[in-house]
């Protein structure tokens, strides 16, 4: 343990700021494994919602009193999104999810190049990092996917190497397997794109909730992740070096800014929830602050609660399996009746599915956990499914 911190970590006081986790189902406490598609949000996240409806809910840009705190609040909210990046706030966008946001980048970059031209993409990924990527294509420009070594579902380094190469463009991996939990080695891929002259495009949904970023460190061009993933509302963020965000046009209209990072954000956004991401980035600041009060601003605060819950979390969050023949439906099933929420399927990882010779057998049963969860539940969990098999 980090020297100052007050205690390991106080998994009474995440609770109590999750109001859902005392849902009951069939008269037991519902136990959230189901985190990888969605967590459960604090109270500090609906209230920021709640108070935006009653105090700041106009469109931007106005020149009276609610549409300025719409103004502030999401200049706010920026600014929580930078704490939580290490970047600028006006390399921060906000968007519907990471899947259209992605679509967007893609479509901005895909008017830069031209037919040869290729973009490397990998068998890991969800495909809201390969199909965007793909759908560039109809221009002409080449998709390269890398391979994963089947025994450890890695990705394969060599495959990876041998795939770049000066006509790369971009490199699109992500920071961790939403279906198998594998986190990548993404400060040496970046290292690797850059040395051909490529970009560097990071997936970081599933990563968020379990670990620091610092878009400086990795130096990275963009990044990408979603609140909901991380304990705020249903939307998604990127990150944008500030040169590219600049550089690259996104279709838009006509009246709509110019200027970077507002271009980026087509349309009246869901402000309400801006407002709710804020408030997320703070949870976890003050998770921080829980675990150290000397900690002296909102990053340092993000830094020492990133510490503190991967030890808690005990390095393997996310993992997915199946159990012989059965299929994981039934079996999500099984367990959802008596209170316990898993995922069945591919969660979007098609290529990975199908790789691992899974996708015709209806997937694997997830198993995602966060901070919010306890070793009780992994007991209930692990009962439940012996339950299962000798029923
Ligand atoms: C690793 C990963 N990337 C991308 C996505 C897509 O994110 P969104 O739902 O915000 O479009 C998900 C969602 O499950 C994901 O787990």
Known sequence: MHGTEKKAFDIAWVREQFPSLKLQVNGRAAAFLDGPAGTQVPKQVMDAIQNYFLTANANTCGAFLTSRRNDEMILAARGAMADFFNCDSNEVVFGQNMTTITFVLARAIGRELKPGDEIVVTTLDH???????????????????????EADCTLDLDDLKRKISAKTKLVAVGYASNMVGTINPVTEITKLAHAAGALMFIDAVHFAPHGLIDVRALDCDFLACSPYKFFGPHMGTLYGKRQHLEKFMPYKVRPATNTSPECWETGTQVQELIAGIGAAVDYIAELGRHCDPRVKNRREALQTAYRVTPQYETGCSTLSF??????????????????????????????????????????VLRVGLVHYNTVDEVERLLAALREFVAQ
Not at 127 to 149: F, S
Request: proline share 3%; aromatic share 10%; no cysteine.
């Open 322 to 363: 199946r159990m012989g023949n059965h299929n994981p439906t039934a079996i999500a099933t099984f367990l959802g009746d008596r209170g316990i929420f898993t995922w069945d399927g591919n969660f979007y990882a098609l290529n990975l599915s199908e790789r691992l010779g899974v996708e015709q057998h209806g997937g």
């Open 127 to 149: 495909d809201a990092n390969v199909a965007p990527w793909r759908a560039l294509e109809e221009k002409g420009v080449v998709i390269r996917q890398v391979d994963i070594r």
